[in-house]
Nanobody, 126 residues
Framework: QVQLVESGGGLVQAGDSLRLSCAAS????????MGWFRQAPGKEREFVAV?????????YYADNVKGRFTISRDNAKNTVNLQINSLKPEDTAVYYC??????????????????WGQGTQVTVSS
């Protein structure tokens, strides 16, 4: 079992930055691919970013966040972070972190993940 707890969301203005964090506990964190997803009201949960297990040498981003979002992991602290810059109103959503045992294959698909956090709200005003 892996428990995930997100933090760092809030109400910000367009152009601001936020740093979301996800703290993991339970099984060996470094063995898990870690992903961030988001869900806006009335929309399906969508992939945002993913980082490979262990050293996190592989990262991948959704096209609509590439260049503004950066995912990173700290295995010593059992955390995965999402740095969000140049926020836009369309980034408003609940952001979830998720853990998938093993590699990054099929990591853009929510159903492939084993564990989910409860989410943190990000609201961007124009």
């Amino acid at each position: 079992q892996v428990q995930l707890v997100e933090s760092g969301g809030g109400l910000v203005q367009a152009g601001d930055s936020l740093r979301l964090s996800c703290a993991a506990s339970g099984r060996t964190f470094s063995d898990y691919t870690m992903g961030w997803f988001r869900q806006a009201p009335g929309k399906e949960r969508e992939f945002v970013a993913v980082i490979s297990p262990r050293g996190g040498s592989v990262t991948y981003y959704a096209d609509n966040v590439k260049g503004r979002f950066t995912i990173s992991r700290d295995n010593a602290k059992n955390t995965v972070n999402l740095q969000i810059n140049s926020l836009k109103p369309e980034d408003t959503a609940v952001y979830y972190c998720a853990a998938k045992f093993g590699g990054v294959s099929e990591s853009t698909t929510p159903r492939m993940y084993d564990y989910w956090g409860q989410g943190t709200q990000v609201t961007v005003s124009s």
